[in-house]
């Protein structure tokens, strides 16, 4: 007896979760139990969302799903649970009535394009869910995604606040040895600057993650953005920083840079506050220190004959050179662990030299 499970979608339904299916269907076999898939019993959007976001948080596993599911209700689960299947099941009215459900999140003065692209991709998460599982045979939202600067009110990106000027980046790291809060925010805005990665990385450091021996910081690959494991060489100021660092922690956190709030870490808004409370509330960002480090290096690299690869350089802050060629990018898979280590050395030595405390 063959029983088809659903089209393969990458991201969405993978071969371990249809290995789990067809165990749990040839039990049910095996008991005598109905397998026909059957799934008249979901009758409109909410119905369908409630099997999604159940199936969803038992099998993708990434720190933010909560918090995207959250985002996803909050914005538009009111305005569409009450559309029925049989609706949903004919794109001639279902992407009319979608496009008008998204769009009634923007207006002129407050697009939320970003919002809106999140929510629709979640939408067709759901979507291709429900087509695996043999509710619907078509998407209806696709299209939307693929004509999404057509349909919906988009406003250009503005680049991230930073200071790339030397002389100013130097007041800068001063100006954070002066902040007068909470030592941990201003001690994770010190290793932003050190490392420039995103702020989110340092924020959610576990001291498991730290192998002073092999002079390491390992982060997950489910916790990096390019969703590979990345490793960050531990230079003797860091590894002084770090030391300095568990002084101020408490025996049982796990998280180098502890919050308010016993067992978390510190917030997301805390280091943002920080900034502005020192006077560089729309000067600099958070993500700023990723331009600085990358722009201020690649200068010095110039001026100084310093010798350091672009690549690499990019490397260290988690990012790969765009004109690399796409098919390049299943061979080449050097870290560059050396050259990163030589980097960090030299940009350790400077942010010191121009006056960051390290202890």
């Known amino acids: 007896t063959t029983k088809t499970l659903g089209e393969w979608i990458k991201a969405v339904y993978g071969i371990k979760q249809a290995g789990d299916d067809a165990i749990e269907i040839l039990r049910k076999i095996k008991s005598g139990e109905d397998v026909s898939g059957n799934n008249s019993l979901v009758k409109n959007f909410y119905e369908l969302w409630t099997i999604y976001k159940e199936d969803a948080l038992k099998t993708q596993k990434f720190k933010t799903l909560k918090s995207e599911m959250s985002r996803f209700e909050f914005n538009l689960l009111d305005i569409v649970k009450h559309v029925d299947i049989e609706t949903i099941k004919k794109p001639s009215k279902a992407t009319p009535f979608f496009l008008n459900a998204l769009r009634s999140l923007q207006d002129e003065d407050n697009p939320k394009s970003d919002t809106v692209k999140k929510v629709l991709g ?16 078509v998407n209806p939202t696709r299209i939307l995604s693929q004509n999404f600067s057509k349909n919906f009110i988009k406003v250009e990106q503005t680049p991230r606040k930073a200071i790339v000027d030397i002389d100013k980046f130097k007041i800068l790291l001063t100006d954070i040895n002066e902040y007068w809060g909470s030592i941990h925010i201003k001690n ?4 932003v600057a050190m490392y420039a990665l995103r702020p989110s ?6 001291w498991e993650d730290v192998d002073l ?4 910081w390992r982060i997950k690959n489910t916790d990096m953005k390019m969703g590979e494991e990345f490793i960050l060489p531990l230079t003797d100021a860091a590894i002084e920083f770090l030391r300095t660092q568990k002084s101020f922690s408490t025996q049982k956190s796990q998280y ?3 919050g308010v709030k016993y067992g978390e870490p510190i917030s997301d808004n805390s280091m943002r506050m920080a900034l502005k409370k020192i006077g560089y509330d729309g000067i600099m960002d958070m993500h700023g220190f990723r331009s600085s480090l990358r722009t201020i290096l690649s200068e010095l690299n110039v001026e100084e004959k310093l010798g350091f690869s672009e690549e690499v350089l990019s490397l260290c802050i988690d990012h790969r050179l765009r004109n690399v060629v796409k098919s390049d990018q299943s061979y080449q898979r050097a870290k560059f662990e050396k050259a990163k280590r030589e980097i960090f050395e030299y940009w350790h ?4 030299e121009w006056g960051l405390k390290i202890s």
């Open 122 to 137: 979640r939408l067709n998460q759901v979507f291709d869910f429900a087509i695996i599982k043999g509710i619907i045979e």
């Open 256 to 258: 180098v840079f502890e």
């Open 188 to 191: 994770c805005i010190k290793w």
């Open 349 to 352: 030595s400077k942010i010191i």
């Open 213 to 216: 021996l092999k002079k390491e």
């Open 201 to 206: 990385n340092a924020r959610f450091m576990k």
